[in-house]
């Protein structure tokens, strides 16, 4: 029993990144500056998500052993890249409106 759920927890633990808010109250107020690295923010995030969709070590125990962690992982990694497209589009649609290099 206890394994089991050590199981679980490692491969739901390890299997999740971060969705990024898609617009952010503040985004408007911000500096040229400011939006570059929002916009490097959303890149990385991105490219997390992506890695996660790799062969990694926690995605093959998922799909030999927890059918149910890799759908997960697939799912929650593909919303991830979603938002953080969403969010690269706003941040440069505001770069655009300012004007910035």
Not at 2 to 16: E, H, N, Q, R, V
């Amino acid at each position: 029993m206890c394994f089991d759920c050590f199981f679980l927890t490692f491969i739901s633990g390890c299997s999740t990144p971060k969705v990024v808010e898609t617009t952010k109250l503040s985004d408007r107020d911000l500096s040229c500056e400011s939006l570059k690295d929002e916009y490097k923010q959303a890149e990385k995030a991105k490219k997390d998500a992506e890695d996660v969709k790799g062969v990694t070590g926690t995605n093959t125990l998922a799909a030999l052993f927890w059918i149910p962690g890799i759908i997960a992982t697939y799912s929650n990694a593909n919303e991830a890249i979603a938002a953080a497209d969403t969010r690269m589009v706003r941040l440069t649609d505001l770069m655009d409106k300012k004007n910035c290099k």
